[in-house]
């Protein structure tokens, strides 16, 4: 029997194995670390966002890096096809919030378990603290799989499935580039997403813990606008993290890595500046003989009250009546444009996903086979696809595991 080598058990490793496997090939998936799905276990915060019942329109605006590829992929195995693919193996979903697709007891553990249940049932060989340190084709078109200790395996395909290189900690320490360099292929320089931003103003340290809801952001290079959008921020002690600054990273990560940008935070965004003064102006007139820092509580949360007041320039102790025309309209500037300078990206440690990888160009986007090397397949994260965070990007693993799974002819 045709044999079929997985190199990487993570979650497009391990999809692809079970319905190869169910195709009647000789799986053999090989894993580095002593158990399968390492990063898997810690998605979603350890609940796993496994995917998202979107339409397949907004599966396909999710995807930031390359969506015209995934067309077929996302067409041949849809995220309908993995919720049905879960549920028929026995793990119950819902749905939450933005269609973000949860196994209904919230445990990662839970879709683990189902994949390595059904590998097992379909027959795939799992080699645990196997890890592939070279991959070369035979004259005649077969591959060896060098191991680190020495050992070697041959195989008829090769599915390198290794993830990219984002919390290395779990496996995934970017094998698979090199090997896609062993055989002449190109890679899209890699670099952190869904990652937290570093900020230069000294203020953002006094925020740190402060979750704002409701607030939109612009993000700009000069004058051009990178990215805008409303949601939910986060202070860190080295700058802004939470769901709207992931996002924007997406967008903005390699912007960053040549240079600063700037991030204006408008905390008030639903009022208008009319509205706003008008808001202003009422509370200012029902409190005139009040200190402003006694005053600023009603606009702001406790934290952020003493950085508005001194990024205000107005003196705390002022009196509300005391406080001039320009200095309310320089308040009020500041609530709908907070400006800090983006001075960069947080590293792979802290990043959900690698953007880069593989170059799609080289694989064809029915089967992920290479266009240069038939018989090598890559899926997942190893190639230059990534999306926003919503169960997408274990979509993208799931859909480019099918793919090739399907196609592989042996
Ligand atoms: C903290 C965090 C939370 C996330 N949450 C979500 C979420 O909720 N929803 C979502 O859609 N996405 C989420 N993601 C992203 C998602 O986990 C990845 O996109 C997905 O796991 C990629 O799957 P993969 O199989 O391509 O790679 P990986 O899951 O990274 O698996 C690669 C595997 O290959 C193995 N390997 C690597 N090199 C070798 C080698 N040389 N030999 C043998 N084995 C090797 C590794 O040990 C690893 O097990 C999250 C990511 C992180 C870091």
Redesign the pocket.
């Known amino acids: 029997m045709a044999t079929l080598a997985i190199?990487?058990?993570?979650?497009?490793?391990m999809l692809a194995s079970v319905f190869a496997a169910r195709r009647g090939l000789e799986v053999h998936l090989?894993?580095?670390?002593e158990k399968?799905?390492?990063?898997?276990y810690?998605?979603?915060k350890g609940r796993?966002?496994?995917t998202n019942a979107c339409s397949m329109e907004d599966l396909l605006e999710s995807v930031k890096s390359n969506p015209k590829f995934l067309y077929s992929a996302f067409y041949g195995f849809t995220n309908q096809d993995a919720m049905d693919f879960f549920e028929k193996e026995g793990l119950e979903l819902k749905v939450e919030r933005g269609g973000r697709v949860f196994p209904v007891s919230d445990r990662s553990a839970d879709v683990l378990d189902t994949l390595r249940r059904s590998m097992k049932k379909a027959g795939v060989h799992i080699h645990l603290h196997?890890?592939?340190?070279k991959l070369r084709q035979e004259p005649d078109g077969s591959f060896v799989l060098e191991f680190s200790e020495g050992a070697k395996k041959e195989a008829d395909a090769v599915f390198v499935?290794?993830?990219?290189v984002?919390?290395t900690s779990?496996?995934?320490?970017g094998?698979?580039y090199r090997f896609a360099e062993d055989f002449g292929m190109k890679i899209v320089y890699p670099c952190p997403s869904l990652v937290p931003f570093n900020v230069r103003e000294e203020f953002v340290k006094e925020l740190q813990g402060l979750s704002l809801k409701n607030v939109s952001i612009q993000i700009a290079d000069g004058r051009k606008v990178l990215y805008e959008d409303f949601g939910e921020m986060l202070f860190t002690h080295f700058g802004v993290s939470g769901p709207l600054i992931l996002t924007a990273s997406s967008v903005c990560a390699r912007k960053l890595k040549e240079k600063e940008l700037k991030l204006t935070l408008d905390l008030k965004p639903a009022l208008s500046e009319e509205q706003l003064d008008a808001r202003i102006l009422r509370e200012f007139e029902n409190n005139r003989n009040r200190q402003f820092k006694n005053v600023l509580p009603s606009f702001f949360p406790a934290k952020l009250v003493p950085v508005m007041q001194k990024l205000s320039g107005i003196s705390a102790d002022k009196k509300i009546h005391e406080i001039t025309k320009e200095e309310r309209f320089r308040f009020l500037r500041l609530m709908k444009g907070l400006e800090m300078t983006v001075t960069g990206l947080r590293g792979y440690n802290e990043a959900?996903?690698t953007k880069g990888g593989v170059s799609v160009r080289e694989i064809n986007p029915s089967t992920m086979e290479s266009k240069k090397v038939p018989g090598l397949f890559f899926?997942?994260?190893?190639l230059d696809l990534d999306a926003v965070?919503g169960?997408?990007?274990?979509?993208?693993?799931w859909s480019t595991a099918y793919a090739a799974a399907n196609a592989v002819k042996m």
Do not use: H, R
């Open positions: 190199v990487g058990g993570g979650a497009a490793g090989y894993e580095k670390n399968t799905g390492k990063k898997l810690i998605t979603g796993c966002n496994l196997s890890e592939v340190k499935a290794t993830g990219g984002s919390y779990t496996g995934s320490t094998d698979g959900i996903i899926i997942g994260e190893v965070t169960g997408f990007n274990l979509q993208i693993a």
